[in-house]
C-alpha cells in the first residue's frame, strides 16, 4: 500500500517547499524505497502555460505534454522519475472537471457543494494513476491561512482520517532572523502551527527555515508549543548549493524519523554516494567558462530555472564551474561589448517580439567570432533567421510571430505546408493553451553530424512547447550558406536540429533539452556545449 506524505507551508510563501520535497524523495529512493511526487496547486488557472514567467517561474512540461508547476523539474532532476500530467492538479482543473460534470447531469440534480464534491475529487487525485509506489509526496502549494487552499487542507484532513491510508504531515515555515536584535523568531511558526491544527491537521514533522542554525533554544520553544519532540524538528539551512539538501537532511536523521513512522527499518546505510558525488565536484571545479544567456526574463533566474541547473549540470560532466552572465536581449541591439568576454552563448526559448534583435545580433556576434552557440527553441529559429539575413540575401527573413516577414522562414505549420503565403493571424481571443506542440516527440539525426556524435544516437526523443516550426522549404538556401539541418522529425516534415559544419559549436534544436538534465545525468547537449566553452576559454 502507497504511503502518503503531505507537505504544507505557512508564515510565508517560496520556502522550498518543492525543494524540499523532492530532497526527501531522493532520501527514500536512496533507502531502496520507490516513490511518486506531486504538485497541487490552489490557483484558479488551469495550468500555468499562460502565465507570465515574471508573475509564476518557469513552464515545466511533462512527455506527455503537461504544462506544469516549476516544482516538477526539481522533482525530476533529484529522483529521476519523469512526472506525468496527474502528477500536477490546480484547483482550475478540478473546478473544470466538476462543472462540466454538473453540466452534463452527472450529479443527478444535487448540490454541488465544496464538501463533499470538491474535496472528494482532490482525494481521488491523491490517488489517480498511482503504480503501487511505496510512497507519493504531495506538495500543498499556497500558504496555511490563504483562502484558496482550505478545500486542500480539508481534503487533507479527511484523507488522514481515512482507516485505509497511512499518512504523514509535514509543515514547512520560516523562523525569521530579526537582525536588529541579532535574535532568531519562533512565534510565526507558532501561529502557523496553530492555524494547521484548526483545519484540523496535526504536523507530525516541521521542517523550518532559518539563516542560520536555530539553536536549542529556539527548538525548545518549538517543541513546547508545537507539540512535537525536538528530533521532528528538522532545520533547512540556506544552503550555497542546492543538491546539498539530500545529505542535510540526512544529517538529521530526517529520513530515518519519517521511517519509522511508518513502522519502517531504515537502511543501515542509505546510497547517498552520487549526492556526495556532486557536492564534491561542485565545490571543486578545475576551470571556469563564462556563458551568456540572452533572454527576455533574465531578472527573474527562476524563468529560466531549468536551464541553469542544465548549465550547472553540463558543468559537472566536465569539473567545470559555470559563471553564468543573465543578459537582457534589449540591451544587445545596439551594443555587442557583453558578449565579447563570453566563452559560449545560449539563446533560450521565449514568446513575443520584444528582444528579437537583441538575440539576432547575439547569434550573428557567435558565428562571426566563432563563439560556441547553443539555440533552444526560438533560439534556433533566432540562428536561421539571422543565417538567412546574413548568407542568403534575405534581408526581410523572420518569422510569422512578430509581423509580416518577406519571406518567413519561421511559421505556423498550417502556414507553409499550405503553399498560398498567406500568414495566419490568431485572434485575440484564441485559446493559447491549446495551440502549441507540446510534450515529448522523436527526432532522427543525420549520420556523421555534430547532433548524432553528441547524442551517440540515430533516434532520440525530446520534449517540445512551442508554436512556430522552421519551415522545411527554405532548407536548401541555407544549407548552400553552411547550415546543416542535423535533425528532423520521422517523416522529415519538421526540421529538429540544425547546425554550422564551419563552425567549432555552433547547434540549434527545436525542443528543451533542460527538461531531461539531471545532476547525476547531464544532458549530453548540455555537456558537450559547456566543453566547447571550455575550449574556446583556453583559446582567448
Sequence with gaps: MTRFIFVTGGVVSSLGK???????????QAHGHSVRLRKFDPYLNVDPGTMNPFEHGEVFVTDDGAETDLDLGHYERFTGIPSQ???????????????????????????????????????????NGLNNEDFCICEIGGTIGDIESLPFLEAVRQFCNRPDTE??????????????GGELKTKPTQHSVRELQAAGIRPGMLVVRAEKPIGAESRRKLSLFCNLPDEDIIEAIDAEIIYELPLMLHSQKMDARILAHFNITPAAQPDLARWRDIIQSARHPEHTVRIGVIGKYTELKDAY????????????????????????????????????????ILVPGGFGERGITGKINAARFARERQIPY?????????????????LCDMPNAGSSEFGDPDPAIVGLLTEW??????????????????????????????????AEKIY?????????????????????QLEAAGLRISGTSPDGRLPELAELADHPWFLGVQFHPELKSRPFAPHPVFASFVRAARDHSRLV
Excluded at 547553443?374 to 546574413?390: D, N, P, V
Excluded at 481571443?429 to 516527440?441: E, F, K, P
Design 374 to 390: 547553443f539555440g533552444i527553441c526560438l533560439g534556433m529559429q533566432i540562428a536561421l533567421i539571422e543565417i538567412a539575413r546574413s
Design 18 to 28: 518543492g525543494l524540499t520535497s523532492a530532497a526527501l524523495g531522493a532520501l527514500l
Design 85 to 127: 500530467t496527474s502528477d500536477c492538479v490546480t484547483t482550475g482543473k478540478i473546478y473544470s472537471e466538476i462543472i462540466a460534470r454538473e453540466r452534463r447531469g452527472d450529479y443527478l440534480g444535487a448540490t454541488v457543494q465544496v464538501v463533499p464534491h470538491v474535496t472528494d475529487a482532490i482525494q481521488k487525485l491523491f490517488l
Design 167 to 180: 499518512t504523514l504531515c509535514i509543515h514547512m515555515t520560516l523562523v525569521p532572523h530579526l537582525r536588529s
Design 456 to 476: 551517440g544516437a540515430d533516434s532520440i526523443s525530446e520534449r517540445h512547447r512551442h508554436r512556430y516550426e522552421v519551415n522545411r522549404n527554405f532548407a536548401p
Design 305 to 344: 530555472l531549468s536551464l541553469n541547473e542544465a548549465l550547472v549540470h553540463g558543468g559537472l560532466a566536465h569539473n567545470v564551474r559555470v559563471d553564468t552572465r543573465w543578459l537582457v536581449a534589449e540591451e544587445l541591439e545596439d551594443n555587442s561589448e557583453p558578449l565579447a568576454a563570453l566563452h559560449g
Design 417 to 450: 505546408e499550405r503553399g498560398d503565403g498567406q500568414i495566419e493571424h490568431r485572434s485575440a481571443d484564441s485559446d493559447l493553451g491549446g495551440t502549441m506542440r507540446l510534450g515529448a516527440y522523436t527526432a532522427r539525426l543525420q549520420s556523421g553530424s555534430l
